[in-house]
């Protein structure tokens, strides 16, 4: 049974850092791609970043980059994304997702949500003064 776990939001001020992580279990981590996505209230979920577990090729929604790193532990089956500079836009409940044999990154766009095989649990994370 595959199963993704996210964890690490919670409440920082503008400007703070987060590391969120993300668990993968059931998987044979190099076959996937991990996936951040997130989702505010009364929004579309969107694409923030991804990681290609085979080859550690990452890419990154414009509105992230250069805030926003995402790394993987192959050894452990984790994905992290460290989220600096954070803003008040950056609220939002975010899940991890894994993408089975991703084709296509090379060309530098990030795959929709509905390219993903399976989701966790999302992770609120909230920017705020």
């Known amino acids: 049974e595959v199963q993704l776990q996210a964890s690490g939001g919670g409440l920082v001020q503008p400007g703070g850092s987060l590391r969120l992580s993300c668990a993968a279990s059931g998987v044979t981590f190099d076959d996937y791609a991990i996936g951040w996505f997130r989702q505010a209230p009364g929004m579309e979920r969107e694409a923030v970043s991804c990681?290609?577990?085979?080859?550690?090729?990452?890419l990154y929604a414009d509105p992230v980059k250069g805030r926003f790193t995402i790394s993987s532990d192959n050894a452990k089956n984790l994905v992290y994304l460290q989220m600096n500079s954070l803003k008040p836009e950056d609220t939002a409940v975010y899940y991890c997702a894994a993408l089975y044999k991703p084709v296509g990154l090379e060309y530098g766009a990030l795959p929709s949500r509905y390219e993903y095989d399976y989701w966790g649990q999302g992770t609120q994370v909230t920017v705020s003064s």
């Open positions: 990681i290609s577990s085979s080859d550690a090729r990452t």
